[in-house]
């Protein structure tokens, strides 16, 4: 069983920054086996950063140069670093990992960009 828990999302102005943090606990491979992704309002789930089978991060095509995605294995926290922030990103965050066959989620965190 793994449990992934999400914080860091709020309200933030157009160009802001914010930092998500996702925590988990269980058994599952590790930081480079974690991903964010993220639900816009009335849109579905779409994947945001994550890290290929070699290690390197990989982003969306939307959030590339604005959003910085790492791990501490040790603490075995995931983080997502987001400048620039546009209203487009307005969406629910979630953190997520797949062990074998079986996709965990966290329960989400709200980022909102708005004036």
């Known amino acids: 069983q793994v449990t992934l828990v999400e914080s860091g999302g709020g309200l933030v102005q157009p160009g802001g920054s914010l930092r998500l943090s996702c925590a988990a606990s269980?058994?599952?491979?590790?930081?480079?086996?974690m991903a964010w992704y993220r639900q816009p309002p009335g849109k579905q789930r779409e994947l945001v950063a994550g890290?290929?089978?070699?290690?390197?991060?990989n982003y969306a095509d939307s959030v590339k140069g604005r959003f910085t995605i790492s791990g501490d294995n040790a603490k075995t926290t995931l983080y997502l670093e987001m400048h620039s922030l546009e209203s487009e990103d307005t969406a629910v965050y979630y953190c997520?990992?797949?062990?074998?066959?079986?996709?965990?989620w966290g329960q989400g965190t709200q980022v909102t960009v708005s004036s």
């Open positions: 269980g058994s599952f491979f590790g930081i480079n086996a």
């Open positions: 890290f290929t089978a070699g290690g390197r991060a």
């Open positions: 997520n990992t797949r062990v074998f066959s079986k996709n965990y």
